[in-house]
């Protein structure tokens, strides 16, 4: 009965001393849904707005005439109205260019700095990945000597034993 104890208590502190491996796990990663195409808005203006060109005659009256002889272009109100409305639009589309040419600027530096991290990250790994080389192969002649100490004490306990 004592041998077979002392065999229990041998067998359990080598069971102690054993170490589980690490397992690697691998990540779901799900994308982000992919931004569509973007596409200007339609000119809402498909119709030019129509020119009145006007000349002065001998009286000093202003009348019709081909473009060529024009001195005056004129337009009524309705047609005012749509290069007025074409004004606002084009000022809407640029002010929205410049934003959209402000983020792709910001975009390419934010893709700078995460390069620069990337880059950072890289040197940091392959320091650790040394300093873990470095380490184990001084944990290599420790566990060398903790499983002499080991078997030594069970040698003594198994030799006390019988």
């Known amino acids: 009965m004592r041998k077979l104890l002392v065999l229990l208590v041998a067998l359990f502190i080598l069971a102690g001393c054993a170490t589980t491996q690490l397992k690697y796990e691998k990540q779901d990663f799900i994308a982000p849904p992919k931004v569509e195409v973007y596409k200007l808005p339609l000119d809402p203006f498909t119709e030019p707005p129509v020119p009145i060109f006007l000349n002065k005659d001998t009286a000093g009256k202003y009348i019709l005439c081909q473009k060529e002889e024009a001195e005056l272009v004129a337009y009524t109100s309705k047609e005012l109205g749509k290069i007025t409305l074409r004004i606002a639009y084009l000022?809407?589309?640029n002010s929205n260019l410049e934003r959209l040419v402000n983020i792709?600027?910001?975009?390419e530096n934010v893709m700078i700095n995460i390069i620069t991290d990337q880059q950072t990250a890289k040197e940091i790994y392959r320091e650790l990945i040394v300093d873990l080389q470095n380490q184990n192969k001084g944990q290599?002649?420790?566990?060398?000597?903790?499983?002499?100490?080991?078997?030594?004490?069970?040698?003594?306990?198994?030799?006390?034993a019988f």
Do not use: F, Y
Request: hydrophobic share 55%; proline share 0%; charged share 20%.
């Open 91 to 93: 000022k809407e589309v």
């Open 104 to 107: 792709h600027i910001q975009r």
């Open 140 to 160: 290599s002649i420790e566990k060398v000597g903790l499983w002499t100490i080991m078997i030594g004490q069970l040698a003594v306990i198994l030799g006390l």
